[in-house]
C-alpha cells in the first residue's frame, strides 16, 4: 500500500469509524456484463463502442449518455438511459464478489464498523448485482437516492449521515476517477484500486482490512 501526501493533510488517525464503498469494480467484479451492455448500447445508439467504454466508468449511465451523444435532447437521452439500464437489469451473467470482498465484509461485521455501499447504479441494478454477488449490505446509496451522482460527494456524505458517522472519518474504497473526486470532494480518504490516482494505493480488497486499522504516517 503507498499512501499519497495529502493524505496526511486529513484529520485521521488509527482505525477509520466507517468504510464506504463503491460498488461496480470495487465491491463487485461487473466488468465483463458492464463492458457487454454498453458495446450493445453503442451498437443500436450509433455510438463509438471505444468512447462509450472510455468514459462510463463510475458515471451513471445518464451521464454516460450525454457525453457521447450530446445531439440527444431531453427527451430522447431519458430514452436512451431507459433502454441501457434495461439491458444491464438483465445481464448479470459474470457478476461475482471482488477478491477481498467477502474478507472485507466480515471484517466489518466482526467489528461492528459502519458500512456502505455507494453506487452510481439504479436502487434496481444495485440491488440484482450485489444479490447475484452474494453480497449482503447493511447501507445501500443508489443514483436514484440523491440529487448528483459522482463526482458530486452528496453520495458519500448521504451514506456517512445515514450511518451517524463523519464523512471526514471515513475510508472511501473507489475504483475511477469520479469516484475518487467524490469522495475527497466529501472529505474522506480515498483508496484506489486498479492504480486510479487516490490517498492510498490498494492492490485488492484484501489491502483494505490492514489500512482500516493502520495509523496514517509519513
Known sequence: MTLHPAVL???????????????????V???AAVE?????????WGADPAAVLAVMTGRPAEATVRRVRPDLDEATVAEATRDHLEHEYADLAD????????????????????????TSADTRLARARLE???LEF?????????????????????????LGVRAVDCLVVEDSAVGVAAGRAAGA?????????????????????GLMAQEVSA
Open 132 to 134: 447475484a454477488a452474494g
Open 29 to 31: 467484479d461487473s466488468d
Open 95 to 118: 457478476v461475482m464478489a471482488a477478491p477481498g470482498a467477502r474478507e472485507l465484509v466480515e471484517h466489518l461485521e466482526a467489528t461492528f464498523t459502519p458500512w456502505a455501499v455507494v
Open 9 to 27: 493533510d486529513r484529520p485521521v488517525a488509527g482505525a477509520f469509524t466507517g468504510v464506504l464503498l463503491d460498488m461496480d469494480g470495487t465491491l
Open 138 to 162: 447493511p447501507v445501500l446509496v443508489p443514483r436514484d437516492m440523491v440529487g448528483a451522482g459522482k463526482p458530486d460527494p452528496e453520495g458519500y456524505l448521504t451514506a456517512a449521515d445515514l
Open 189 to 209: 480518504t480515498v483508496a484506489g484500486l486498479r492504480g486510479v490516482d487516490a490517498d492510498v494505493a490498494v492492490g485488492s480488497l484484501h489491502d483494505v482490512v
Open 36 to 44: 457487454r451492455s454498453w458495446r450493445s448500447w453503442a451498437g443500436r
